[in-house]
């Protein structure tokens, strides 16, 4: 077992003995735990409460341990006992939980304290440039420290540079892209701190969509995130590996595939293992803990996309609010988010039955109020046959809205562009 903190230890004795007290946890998270292992317990207590799945009886706890996992220092009679015992006399999971929060602050801040000593004694480092740095880190953490301002004429000056740069990189400066031509062509992009829906009715193939946007920007090495709050990672993943290989997946669902098929999926696997695309995939999750999780992945190495599926499975942290004010704050921290680290947030969102069979419309979104005041893009695929959509453009904020029409292959679950596809993006090559 890791290191723990005699916090950690209560705080988990007490779920153990009370599961009802994860109540009283706020946004605590998993990587909060100095004791990696008992950050894992966590989240495996966190997943089957959401799940309806936590009894209040410490065999039920042991079991659960046992199958998520668990070491067995902690997964065993001993190790369960001995984290009640620590727990003391009383309910005092909220205390806690503050304290396993307010430590893993201070780790945080004292690793940061080290990264910023480093910028400083690099004298090629402008001290100016590492207060912004400095000041960045602190945001991140959310003190509250107020954020610089700058000069117009100093942005000004900062957008020209980087034009000339890119021009003279031979980088035509498009956003981030999805590999659809036509598509890519028409928005430019998706870009920094951008807020993207795409919306659909269920099975027209959003996920499909944002999972091969994902893998268009991860081969070419760009880090995404990927919050999936409908499919478990390995489906996703199945997805992916039996699109690349052209191995049908109703194949794998009946049991009907060979040896030729699971070859042909192994070497997709080598071929894409080096693919920096990270899933996350709780059962549920609110919008803060997805928040929690992206920055962690960013301070690891830098994102370059988020992706969010779907919009309406996020759980509110207040369930007296209504829907629609729920909606509002996690689309209005969806888009924050994508400020704060700089990269788009592609959002996918579920269009509500008068959506059925007909052009989706801006109406067809539910709660559509607040989800078009904080896009910047709103797109909706409509379905026009068995091997055609159309993606619809109903907002966006940097351009004109239209229609894109694509190609649908249901075997592979994947679009392509028609095949009169001839933009000027296709002549200047893929970025």
Known sequence: MNVSTPSESALIGTILYRPSTLDECGELTPFDFLDQELGRVFEALTLARSGGFLAGDLGHMLALLIAAGIDRSIASVEGVNRLVGACGIGSYAGYHAAQVRRMASVRRQVALCGRWSDWLSDDANDPAEVAEWVADDLATLGTGVSIKTRDFSDVASEVVDTLRAKLAAGDS????????????????????????????????????????????????????????????????????????????????????????????????????????????????????????????????????????????????????????EQIGEQTAALKSLAKDIGCPVLCLAQLNR???????????????????????????????????????????????????????????TSFSDPDDQFSNFNKRGVP
């Not at 981030?176 to 027209?204: F, S, Y």
């Not at 067809?364 to 055609?388: C, F, N, P, V, Y």
């Open 173 to 324: 400066g498009i956003g981030v892209c999805t590999g659809l031509m036509r598509l890519d062509d028409t928005l430019g992009g998706w870009h920094d701190g951008e807020l993207v829906i795409v919306a659909a009715r269920p099975g027209a193939g959003k996920t499909a969509l944002a999972m091969q946007a994902a893998m268009y920007n991860g081969r070419r090495g760009r880090r995404v995130v990927y919050a999936s709050l409908e499919m478990r990672d390995r489906e996703l993943v199945t997805r992916v590996l039996c699109g690349e290989s052209q191995v049908d997946g109703r194949r794998l669902r009946l049991g009907t595939f060979d040896a030729a098929d699971v070859a042909d999926i192994d070497a997709t696997r080598a071929a894409l293992e080096a693919v920096p695309v990270t899933i996350y995939d709780p059962p549920s999750a609110t919008v803060e803990r997805i928040q929690s999780v992206v920055r962690f992945e960013n301070s690891r190495k830098p994102v370059s996309l988020i992706v969010v599926d779907y919009l309406q499975l996020i759980r509110s942290a207040d369930g007296s609010k209504k829907r629609h």
């Open 354 to 412: 008068e959506a059925e069979g007909v052009e989706p419309q801006m109406s067809h979104l539910r709660e559509s109020g607040s989800i078009e005041q904080d896009a910047d893009m709103i797109l909706a695929i409509h379905k026009t046959g068995d091997g055609t959509a159309d993606l619809l453009i109903l907002k966006h904020r940097a351009g004109q809205r239209g229609v894109v029409p694509l190609n649908w292959d249901g075997p592979s």
